[in-house]
């Protein structure tokens, strides 16, 4: 079985410019997670979708961010404009239904904003 | 609002030893979950093992324990007969209980682990 998938694994742009990252969560995972890590700060918590529905983006720092899961499969991040304090790690998380406590990682997207 | 800390940003171990990494944790919350996560070179974050906070028993996985001490809100992981593949960034992580909704991790600052051959 394949375990969560990011793409793109690294990515430099330029202040202004708009990047999308892409998760795509284990298949049949109604939960899709994603969190951040800016530099030298914890891991932190951006949204959380239960299939296509937003659940909770408490973490959504502004509105520069968009997240989309269309049809409940897998999930987009756009950063439009990025500002350099968007660079880090953007790591994307499934889990079951009924299985929260289970969260499976990705191998993390980072973002260099210059 | 919950908040984890880890007291210790590095660590190091010989080979075949054991090394303790502490997390403690802070919350209003009588329900909960408590994890260790490992983010090893590659990347991929794991999980290491992980605790109901209802459960008195302390979690064991192979040369991984942890020693859960609800009142003092602490949560440390041992590590026993430390292996070169240890070597990772662990991260201790809590989580409110809310049954089958889906709910969000709040991380610790994560410990360096180095173990030296």
């Known amino acids: 079985e394949a375990g969560v998938t990011q793409f793109p694994s690294h990515s430099v742009i330029e202040k202004g410019q708009t990047v999308t990252l892409r998760c795509d969560p284990i298949?049949?995972?109604?939960?899709l997670y994603w969190y951040r890590r800016v530099m030298g700060k914890e891991i932190k918590f951006l949204l959380h979708f239960v299939k296509e529905s937003k659940q909770d983006e408490s973490g959504m720092p502004n509105n520069r961010f968009l997240a989309e899961r269309t049809g409940g499969t897998y999930s987009t991040l756009k950063v439009q404009p990025a500002e350099l304090e968007d660079s880090g790690v953007y790591f994307c998380a499934s889990s079951q239904r009924g299985r929260t406590y289970e969260q499976y990682f990705g191998p993390g997207t980072r973002l260099t904003v210059t | 609002a919950q908040t984890v800390t880890q007291s210790q940003p590095e660590m190091s171990v010989q080979e075949a030893e054991t090394v303790t990494l502490s997390c403690t944790y802070d919350?209003?919350?009588?329900?909960?979950?408590l994890f260790w996560y490992k983010q090893p070179p590659s990347r991929q974050m794991i999980l290491v093992i992980r605790?109901?906070?209802?459960?008195?028993q302390n979690a064991t996985e192979n040369r991984f324990s942890v020693n859960f001490q609800k009142a003092a809100k602490s949560f440390s992981l041992k590590i026993s007969d430390s292996q070169l593949g240890d070597t990772a960034m662990y991260f201790c992580?809590?989580?409110?209980?809310?049954?089958?909704?889906?709910?969000?991790?709040?991380f610790g600052g994560g410990t360096r682990l180095m173990v030296k051959p």
């Open positions: 605790q109901e906070a209802y459960k008195q």
């Open positions: 992580a809590f989580m409110k209980f809310y049954g089958n909704a889906g709910n969000m991790l709040t």
């Open positions: 919350t209003s919350e009588s329900n909960y979950y």
């Open positions: 298949s049949g995972h109604d939960n």
